[in-house]
């Protein structure tokens, strides 16, 4: 079967910095790529960064603040988030790509297949 567990949320203050992990099991990495989302109360669930072998792409929100890597033999995607704002606050989750997907397609959720359960992020002082 094909799981996503998403992990690595919490509370954090504004400028604080957090890690979340997406492990994948029931299918390779590598053949994939992996986009994280996130959804605020009461707001769309928006694309924050998406990962596949050859790209690395970013929300303009998150960009130079946050990084998306990858681990193969853990098969694992990592968001590190640095310099936290209070509207970085969401539940955050991974998602496994359809398919191979371009700039103009990664934040639409519909081009993804399977979604872990989300994890929460609040930034508050």
């Known amino acids: 079967d094909v799981q996503l567990q998403a992990s690595g949320g919490g509370f954090v203050q504004p400028g604080g910095s957090l890690r979340l992990s997406c492990a994948a099991s029931?299918?390779?990495?590598?053949?994939?790529?992996i986009g994280w989302f996130r959804q605020a109360p009461g707001k769309e669930r928006e694309g924050v960064s998406y990962i596949n072998r050859s790209r690395k792409f970013y929300a303009a929100s998150v960009k130079d603040r946050f990084t998306i890597s990858r681990d193969s033999a853990k098969n694992t995607v990592y968001l590190q988030m640095n310099s936290l704002k209070p509207e970085d606050t969401a539940n955050y989750y991974c998602?496994?790509?359809?398919?191979?997907?371009?700039?103009?397609?990664?934040?639409?959720?519909?081009?993804?297949?399977?979604w872990g359960q989300g994890t929460l992020v609040t930034v508050s002082s």
């Open positions: 029931g299918f390779a990495l590598d053949d994939y790529g």
């Open positions: 998602a496994r790509a359809s398919s191979r997907l371009i700039f103009s397609e990664w934040r639409a959720p519909s081009n993804y297949d399977y």
